[in-house]
């Protein structure tokens, strides 16, 4: 099976995803393996802009028909912006989870040490 891992982002091994946008600032989603594990996402719950993430803590939640899985945040900052189209439509992550699906923006409070390349994990994922 060939997973779709862009080579643009950074990826945590609880398969998050991180994309730079300027400077300082990042966009976190779940990875196209995380979305296809849970099947169709029908809710998901976003932090709050101004709330304060940490790495390794849960910060948002996706549901399918299947099951709710936490997803932990791969980035410590604060929350600038959440993906409010992800209300009405949750399934943007199953459709296009690395440009229509993310979830929310953070402003980082530090620089992320632990993120894997695409190469470190398309191998994990190879395991």
Avoid: C
């Amino acid at each position: 099976m060939s997973e779709n891992v862009p080579k643009d982002l950074l990826y945590s091994k609880t398969h998050a995803w991180v994309r730079t946008l300027s400077q300082g600032s990042v966009e976190v989603g779940i990875t196209d393996h995380a979305q296809s594990s849970l099947g169709d996402l029908i809710f998901s719950e976003l932090p709050a802009v101004g709330v304060t993430v940490r790495v390794g803590i849960k910060s948002a939640v996706v549901e399918s028909n299947k099951a709710a899985s936490d997803v932990e945040s791969p980035v410590s900052g604060r929350v600038t912006a959440n993906n409010a189209s992800l209300g009405d439509n949750p399934e943007l992550v199953n459709d296009d989870p690395y440009v229509k699906g993310w979830l929310y923006r953070v402003s980082l409070s530090e620089t992320p040490s632990d993120l894997l390349s695409p190469e470190q994990y398309a191998k994990l994922l190879a395991q």
